[in-house]
């Protein structure tokens, strides 16, 4: 087909013969809809006159080259018009943004087509795995393989949801803080929330000697009757975090009731106006500030039957009128022998006049780092001067207690002046607030031997602690809250938290000055030993004991399920050979032989050891076992069996 004239007068160019057939030829996207438009929109324009019915991309004569993707001069020649004919009609700016806009359509369709193909061979191999996962494990119930396009869309919105999840974990949960995202989550068991704590190893070898008496402790706690707890509070043994826990951490059916801005919380009886707990944050320091075991055994006692509401705090002459009145008691009575052992005394003293029980509690510590952490705390002003070390009804005179400082307070005391002082009463603390000071004379250094008077001291603070309701350790604070909660019968509502990181290991000591710690506590070191070994051996004790306790819980439950099932099992027998004998009753002459049977073996299935042993332990009469000779040996070898495989 031939150029037409109109077109030829337009190009300037002679017209000529057309010279071959012309060839039909695609170009795919070489004339877009937009380019045609534009060429078209132009009066008396080549475009306009030559619009024909051929299919789109394709074109006749000099239009049938493709078009290349640089863009093109313009040009008034036939050459550049042969060229691209289209292009030449527009300016050089539009044919421009014309070359540009193609190839970003190009490049987005490339990116989609890839995208699409990729999620596509994606689906496809996890459609094939899934496929493979199920087809093992439901066998023909599953069909994954014959998965419609509407399955294939699922699967890959859940992929998509999937990676979509991880990524958003990562940016809140980054690195490995996340536990979700460690390996060991998945990987590890679970660890023994009551494992060492103090970095120690796991195996404990005990090396003291204790009874079954001293091990085991389970307090029949009455919170509702008359019961007390008495808490004597070390300074410097985290103390104050125990205190917290006792009045605001433990599930009660009527909680401590702890107000803002108030150090003291009001823990009532339920139903009643008394206090269940005698501590620093129930009822105040009612004792004196820090009263050791000689003042509260003397001093609880005549506050709770001299006012049943321990809220309101006694003056200083009531609590010297109160402990007077007590120390005049305690001489009146025989036992006035001072090297005496203390268990006796101490019992006696665990039971007031109106009938309420004490049970008195404490925390310890190493006392290296008790040494330290009080040294800090003095360092920062604290010289607790409101402690009255009341003892046989009087405080210590200056003579038999000196001051270690002159001033208002030791503030800024260097470490060194703190261990020379010898009236240091952070020395052997733990010991001295422990043991019971009347039976040295209290704080007179004359009235026996100082060797003499340590082993008295230390003997008397390990019996002491040895006969409390409970002692937990510093160092140990899982430990402390299992061993609280299996003695009182309570549970707390968080666990324990354990800090390794404290003023006292932030003190950078040498061997020499640790030494030198150790020596001036030697007592508080040997009683921390017995402690620690004590405490340990209590924790595995009654780890043990749970453990036998769910063992026989467990055994009780599969007897008693197994007796079940024999009873429905011969009961169901028995009913069916009743119906037989309804119809045919000459067949068994002895119908009550299946019943006896069945409660004979239910019984023995049912009962206890120690119940098996007493009844086969009973002897029979002869009568008996004439009557039931023929049904007792099938029980017994039945039994016997039973017996045999568990």
């Avoid at 460690?182 to 000697?209: G, H, I, M, T």
């Avoid at 899982?478 to 003190?507: D, G, W």
């Amino acid at each position: 087909m031939a150029l037409p004239a109109c077109a030829a007068r337009a190009l300037g160019q002679p017209l000529q013969p057309e010279r071959r057939a012309p060839a039909r030829t695609t170009c795919p996207r070489r004339h877009s809809r937009v380019e045609a438009e534009l060429a078209e929109s132009r009066p008396g324009s080549v475009a306009a006159s030559v619009r024909a019915g051929s299919p789109r991309g394709v074109s006749h004569g000099f239009n049938s080259r493709p078009l290349r993707d640089e863009p093109l001069k313009a040009s008034s020649s036939l050459t550049g018009a042969e060229r691209a004919p289209l292009f030449a009609l527009l300016s050089r700016g539009r044919r421009r943004r014309m070359h540009d806009l193609r190839r970003r359509w190009d490049l987005g369709s490339l990116c989609r087509a890839l995208l699409t193909r990729g999620l596509a061979a994606l689906g496809h191999s996890l459609k094939h795995v899934l496929g493979a996962i199920f087809s093992r494990i439901f066998g023909p119930l599953a069909s994954v393989g014959n998965m419609d396009e509407k399955s294939n869309k699922l699967l890959l919105a859940l992929v998509m949801l999937f990676l979509f999840a991880v990524i958003v974990l990562q940016y809140v949960c980054p690195g490995t803080e996340c536990q979700l995202l460690r390996l060991q989550a998945f990987s590890s068991p679970v660890p023994d929330p009551y494992r060492s704590e103090d970095e120690s190893s796991v195996r404990f070898v005990p090396r003291y000697n204790f009874t079954r008496g001293d091990l085991l402790r389970k307090v029949d706690f009455d919170i509702k009757g008359d019961d007390l707890i008495v808490f004597l509070h070390i300074q410097k043994t985290g103390g104050t975090t125990f205190g917290r826990h006792l009045v605001r951490n433990i599930q009660l059916e009527q909680p401590c009731e702890c107000r803002v801005g108030q150090k003291k919380c009001t823990c009532h009886r339920p139903g009643k106006r008394e206090t269940w707990l005698f501590s620093r944050f129930s009822t105040g320091w009612s004792c004196g500030l820090h009263a050791d075991w000689t003042e509260l055994t003397s001093c609880v006692p005549s506050v709770v039957d001299g006012k049943r509401d321990a809220r309101l705090r006694p003056s200083r002459w009531r609590i010297f009128q109160i402990l007077d009145a007590a120390s005049k008691d305690r001489r009146g009575s025989p036992n006035t022998n001072p090297g005496a052992n203390s268990p006796s005394s101490s019992k006696a003293r665990n039971t007031s006049k109106s009938g309420k029980n004490f049970h008195y509690i404490t925390i310890l510590r190493d006392p290296v780092s008790r040494y330290l952490s009080e040294w800090r705390h003095v360092q920062r002003g604290a010289t607790w001067k409101a402690s009255l070390h009341v003892c046989d009804g009087r405080p210590p005179t200056s003579e038999e207690l000196p001051s270690c400082y002159t001033g208002d307070d030791w503030s800024g005391c260097p470490l060194k002046e703190f261990m020379d002082c010898p009236y240091n009463l952070a020395n052997n603390r733990q010991v001295r607030m422990l043991s019971d000071l009347t039976l040295v004379g209290c704080y007179n250094l004359s009235v026996m031997p100082e060797k003499q008077r340590n082993k008295v001291l230390l003997e008397s603070a390990k019996s002491n602690l040895k006969h409390m309701a409970f002692f937990g350790l510093t160092e140990f604070q899982r430990k402390t809250q299992y061993l609280f909660e299996k003695t009182f019968n309570m549970n707390f509502i968080s666990p324990f938290t354990q800090y390794n990181t404290t003023r006292a290991s932030s003190v950078e000591i040498n061997e020499e000055i640790q030494k030198r710690i150790e020596g001036l506590n030697f007592l508080d070191m040997e009683l921390y030993s017995y402690a620690k070994d004590l405490f340990l051996q209590r924790y595995q004790f009654m780890r043990q004991k749970e453990h036998q306790e769910a063992r026989r819980k467990r055994q009780e439950q599969r007897k008693f399920l197994k007796g079940r099932f024999f009873q429905t099992r011969f009961q169901s027998q028995s009913q069916s050979q009743g119906q037989g004998q309804g119809q045919n009753p000459s067949q068994n002459p002895n119908p009550n032989a299946n019943q006896n049977l069945t409660q004979n073996l239910i019984q023995n299935l049912t009962q206890s050891p120690s119940q098996k042993e007493n009844r086969e332990n009973q002897k029979q009469s002869p009568g008996q076992e004439q009557n039931d000779g023929n049904t007792s040996n099938g029980t017994n070898d039945y039994i016997g069996s039973v017996e045999k495989w568990r």
